[in-house]
């Protein structure tokens, strides 16, 4: 039996990618333009997504932009809108990636701080899959990847606010999927581990990375290519009968946990 190379293809297919001006979202952008899909990247930091998109078509690949603040709901539709109007159809693939990291210990975190990441980190998560679901609904079929961390299936210090938004993330899918499959939509959750982006720069300025090394049984950080075979499961139809999972891509650390 040969498995045919198509079934991971997303040619034909078209994906919005929340939080694409740097790290994961960006990357995870280019992966699904390679794959074949045409890709609206979105974020708030405009001038970082022309250069990314101006980057992928000069490779080419069919990338457009759109500015997206996830706490704002107006901008959130704004933004949807814009995405399906620049692309002539319907979005297939959300991949909801906005996300902010906070790193300091429970008793020290301001509630300014605390509001600042559950607002983007789960709030925000929260309003773009929802807009993402009520057009998808209306189609029967679509399918939404909410980016959430192992920081929310097991306590890591300092991350208190952080952990717990991502935690209420992955809840959030599990119920998502189950009210949407009916629908013809499946949620699942990407769950990295420690990956190195610009965003994993806080723990080296915490002084934590070779403490977090030393706990991951490959003992190595990942790499942004290592979340490219499970998006695009997730995303093409080789994952069709796939909804309601969360994918840990951690290099066994929540193993190391238990």
Known sequence: MSIPQELFSLAGKTAFVAGASSGIGQHIAKTFASAGARVVLAARRESKLAQAVQAMRDDGLSAWAVRLDVTEPASIADAWQAAEKLLGCPVDILF?????????????????????????????AFLVAQ?????????GCGSIINVASTSGLRAAGRLASYGAA??????????????????????????????QTDMHDEFEGAGLAEHIRSRIPQRRFGELGDLDGASLLLASEAGSYITGAAIPVDGGQLLAWM
Not at 105 to 113: D, H, I, P, T, Y
Not at 131 to 139: D, F, I, K, L, S
């Open 131 to 139: 807009e993402a679901a009520r057009h998808m609904a209306t189609r």
């Open 96 to 124: 909801n990636c906005a996300g902010i990291l906070y790193v300091e210990r429970f008793l020290s975190q301001s509630a300014e701080e605390v509001q600042r990441v559950f607002d983007t980190n789960l709030k925000g």
């Open 166 to 195: 991502k935690a209420g993330l992955l809840h959030l899918t599990s119920i998502m999927a189950l009210e949407l499959a009916s629908k013809g939509v499946r949620v699942s959750a990407l769950v990295p581990g420690n990956i």
